[in-house]
T-cell receptor, first 114, second 112 residues
Framework: DSGVTQTPKHLITATGQRVTLRCSPRSGDLSVYWYQQSLDQGLQFLIQYYNGEERAKGNILERFSAQQFPDLHSELNLSSLELGDSALYFC?????????????FGPGTRLTVT | GENVEQHPSTLSVQEGDSAVIKCTYSDSASNYFPWYKQELGKGPQLIIDIRSNVGEKKDQRIAVTLNKTAKHFSLHITETQPEDSAVYFCAETHNAGNMLTFGGGTRLMVKP
């Protein structure tokens, strides 16, 4: 158990809908990262927050957004969902906000868009 | 941009044999190289990492080596056991960057 929690575990929704994925980092970690894992694209970085502020953006679509709250939990919002958004979404956390700090991953949310 | 290539994509070994997975990277600024193990239905688990000021690091049956000049690093698992069966990912990042760039993964199967 990494100490990173994610809810829900599974999510099934229809095209065009909007969903929210939630992540709680390990105790003491200030940085949260979101990654997408799909069969064709592998594991890809989406976005990072550090202590409430957006720190870095990767291959995140404009239909996707995220935020980190004062209690340091984070939410990833996916809107206007398409079939191709079906994937595993992982949250990771680390103590620091720069590279070189160990990142610990949560169990993931499996999103299925029908 | 950064790119990490990982080989082989699948690896089958007999229990007790060694397994080696290799990765190459392109960003010369990369200085942190973690390895993750992902079991079915679970998130990636950090198993070992190495920084650019070190050439080799060992933790029981697993070891990682880094050649910064050649821009490649490798994971070595000795005395493999069936519970080592999983998908292994290499990754890299650097101090100025924040995201991990992952290799494509290696599915390791250890036959009892």
């Amino acid at each position: 158990d990494s100490g990173v929690t994610q809810t829900p575990k599974h999510l099934i929704t229809a095209t065009g809908q909007r969903v929210t994925l939630r992540c709680s980092p390990r105790s003491g970690d200030l940085s949260v990262y979101w990654y997408q894992q799909s069969l064709d694209q592998g594991l890809q970085f989406l976005i990072q927050y550090y202590n409430g502020e957006e720190r870095a953006k990767g291959n995140i679509l404009e239909r996707f957004s995220a935020q980190q709250f004062p209690d340091l939990h984070s939410e990833l919002n996916l809107s206007s969902l398409e079939l191709g958004d079906s994937a595993l979404y992982f949250c990771a956390s680390s103590v620091g906000g720069l590279g070189g700090y160990e990142q610990y991953f949560g169990p993931g949310t499996r999103l299925t868009v029908t | 941009g950064e790119n990490v290539e990982q080989h082989p994509s699948t690896l089958s070994v007999q229990e007790g044999d060694s397994a080696v997975i290799k990765c190459t990277y392109s960003d010369s600024a990369s200085n942190y190289f973690p390895w993750y193990k992902q079991e079915l239905g679970k998130g990636p688990q950090l198993i070992i990492d190495i920084r650019s000021n070190v050439g080799e690091k060992k933790d029981q049956r697993i070891a990682v080596t880094l050649n910064k000049t050649a821009k490649h690093f490798s994971l070595h698992i000795t005395e493999t056991q069936p519970e080592d069966s999983a998908v292994y990912f290499c990754a890299e990042t650097h101090n100025a960057g924040n995201m991990l760039t992952f290799g494509g993964g290696t599915r390791l199967m250890v036959k009892p």
